[in-house]
């Protein structure tokens, strides 16, 4: 589970820096005598102790993972200074200059895979797929994607438009939601009233998250989606 979330969600410089590092090493093993007169125990040795126990601790214990890598969110610091390491130690050992170029245009390129998302996908970067999986878009449906449901706040924006375009100043609407109260109403515009029984209500605002607005049949007015991938969605009630 871990290992496919990290191959599927890291950034493809990330993943090539890895198999750098990984190249790198097999190198030095190789030359023993260098091997134990460059390789840093007290360094690398913990650096790679810190990303590789957690993984292969939870794989032996067979732990109960979910919601993507958020579990594991504190190894990724420590992958970011292994790829930046090899990346570093590739740089010093590119005496041509014309490798040098090509490393660096690699370098920019592959950044860009990651970078360019990200713009599109504001605010939900972490959502985040590489083109491994063909992106957000590939592991729509297939995996977990805004499994926080902070969509939840554009939707509500949406729709206080759709109701300022389409009702009277005075209008009151009767919102019923797929997350419980205390989480819905924090966003809710104070003249807006909470309805708990959704047949109640005049709209209905959900996330997509396990198909919780397959819940309420309506007519779909506000789509929040980055990539093609639907998050949250506003039902218009009968």
């Known amino acids: 589970y871990v290992l496919v979330w990290l191959a599927m969600t890291l950034p493809p ?3 090539v820096s890895l198999i750098a590092s990984i ?3 097999a190198f030095l093993i190789h030359n023993l005598r260098r091997f134990w007169r460059d390789f840093r125990f007290a360094d690398y ?3 790679v102790f ?3 126990f957690p993984i292969v601790y939870v794989i032996l214990k067979d732990s109960t993972l979910y919601d993507g890598i958020r579990h594991f969110l504190f190894i990724l610091p420590p992958i970011a200074v292994v790829a930046a390491l090899s990346l570093n130690q590739v740089l010093k050992i590119s005496v041509k200059s014309w490798f040098q170029v090509g ?8 950044s860009a895979m990651a970078v360019i998302p990200m713009f599109r ?3 939900y970067q972490y959502v985040y797929f590489n083109p491994l999986i063909g992106g957000l878009e590939g592991a729509d449906g297939e995996f977990e994607t805004e499994y926080w449901g902070t969509a939840k706040r554009e939707a509500v924006s949406l729709l206080e438009k759709h109701i300022r375009e389409n009702h009277p100043p005075d209008y009151r609407p009767r919102v019923a939601s797929s997350m419980p109260k205390l989480l819905s109403v924090y966003f809710f515009p ?3 009233i909470f309805e708990q029984n959704p047949k109640k209500a005049d709209f209905y605002v959900s ?3 396990s198909n919780q607005d397959q819940a309420v049949k309506g007519e779909t007015i506000v789509r929040v989606e980055r990539d093609g991938a639907v998050f949250a969605v506003v039902k218009k009630l009968d």
């Open 23 to 25: 190249v790198l090493g």
């Open 50 to 52: 810190s990303i590789l």
């Open 121 to 123: 996908l504001h605010p």
């Open 103 to 110: 490393v660096w245009t690699a370098i920019v390129f592959l």
């Open 13 to 15: 410089l990330v993943i």
């Open 207 to 209: 996330v997509t998250r």
């Open 190 to 192: 104070k003249n807006w």
């Open 45 to 47: 040795g913990l650096l």
